[in-house]
């Protein structure tokens, strides 16, 4: 089959686009012809990472996020050959004390790190990960909202239980997460004040739902986003920038103000007086995607149109890296998506 691929870790240079032997699907799993893939920021860091290098297959195929056609089927499922399938990403272990009482895994494994991912013409999952395709959302739709969704409505309503009276903030609202994070918060009816690095992106993020922006780059953004909640702060900070934004997410809650974080996009290390989590009760929640009942609550508001995602690009698949490069620069708005033909 046709793939895109590294044979080791490196810049944009590594990704090839050459035939690699098609999986086989195993006892309980699907064959799915790919027909899109949703980058994430993790295909980039899974590409660059020297340390990855000893933990993931290799030669790796990146992609966590897959829509295709069921090929075949080993195991007994609902699913039919032929039959349109979307694919959630979020593996859990199905062993651990959450598991057990159907809670978010402990151990949950994302598509595409140790297994091949959906930069390619075909991909195997357990059959359990695999969901029928709604009609109404196109093979490039469904392929831009599963991780990035679900992680949104997991942080935002799963942990940080964001209120319809609340106001959120949230940082790398452009990005593929954050933008996914603006849909849901709208959809709950809270307040969303986004973060953007422009005055274009700024119109661009009120275009899809946020009620204002900040331009972090030109901006003081604690006293904005103070001046814009009558001194008080925001209820809840949605986090997946990391170091470089910790400390102003922090002084930015109010009383009582919940941060919620799945990533640290500029870095891990971030410092912060612990005294002033206490004094001002702050709760911090960590996140890694969600339950299979998020993901099929999800699905359920894509495909009553409840919940759009958000497209940038698409690309072919043998334009992968160009359009990686256009996410590690930081041109996108939204979702790209490689379209498999
Ligand atoms: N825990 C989980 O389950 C989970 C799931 C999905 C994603 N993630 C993590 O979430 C993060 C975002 O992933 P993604 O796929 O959405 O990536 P993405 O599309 O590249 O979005 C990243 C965003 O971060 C913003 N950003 C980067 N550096 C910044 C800085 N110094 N200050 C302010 N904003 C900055 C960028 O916004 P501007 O362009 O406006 O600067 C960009 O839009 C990654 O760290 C990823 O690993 C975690
Ligand atoms: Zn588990």
């Known amino acids: 089959m046709k793939a895109v691929f590294f044979e080791k870790p490196g810049g944009l240079e590594v990704l ?6 098609t999986p086989k699907p195993q006892k309980g799993e ?10 994430n920021r993790l295909d980039i860091w899974l590409r660059e990472d020297q340390d990855n290098a000893r933990s993931i297959p290799m030669p790796h195929i990146s992609g966590s996020d897959v829509a295709g056609i069921v090929e075949e ?28 009482i159907r809670q978010a895994c402990e151990l949950v494994k994302i598509f595409g790190v140790k297994n091949q991912g959906g930069y390619a013409e075909y991909v195997t999952a357990p059959i359990s990960q695999f969901y029928p395709k709604p009609n109404n959302v196109s093979f490039i739709e469904a392929a831009a909202f599963p991780l990035t969704f679900l992680t949104a409505w997991h942080m935002l309503v799963g942990r940080a239980n964001l209120q319809k009276s609340e106001t959120v903030f949230i940082w790398g609202a452009s990005g593929g997460l954050g933008s996914s994070a603006v849909q849901v918060a709208k959809h709950l009816g809270a307040r969303i004040i986004a973060a953007a690095k422009s005055e274009d992106e700024a119109r661009r993020l009120r275009e899809i739902g946020a009620d204002e922006a900040v331009i972090y780059t030109k901006e003081n953004v604690e006293i904005a986003a103070k001046s814009l909640t009558d001194g008080l702060g925001v209820d809840v900070v949605f986090e997946s920038v990391g170091e470089k934004t910790w400390n102003i997410t922090l002084a930015m809650l109010r009383p009582f103000g919940r941060v919620v974080i799945a990533g640290t996009t500029s870095g891990d290390m971030g410092t912060q007086d612990l005294s002033d989590i206490y004094v001002r009760q702050l709760s911090i929640f960590g996140t890694r995607m969600g339950t299979k009942e998020e993901f099929e609550k999800v699905l359920e508001l894509v495909a009553t149109g409840k919940l759009k995602p958000i497209i940038d690009k698409t690309f072919l698949l043998q334009e992968a890296a160009e359009a990686q490069r256009r996410m590690v620069e930081g041109k996108h708005l939204g979702k790209i998506v490689l379209e498999v033909r």
């Open 16 to 21: 090839q686009c050459g035939e690699l032997s």
């Open 30 to 39: 699907v064959l799915v012809r790919v027909r899109a893939c949703g980058l």
């Open 73 to 100: 089927i080993n195991g007994e499922s609902f699913l039919k050959v032929g039959q349109e399938a979307v694919l959630n990403p979020a593996i859990p272990c199905g062993a651990c004390p959450r598991c057990k």
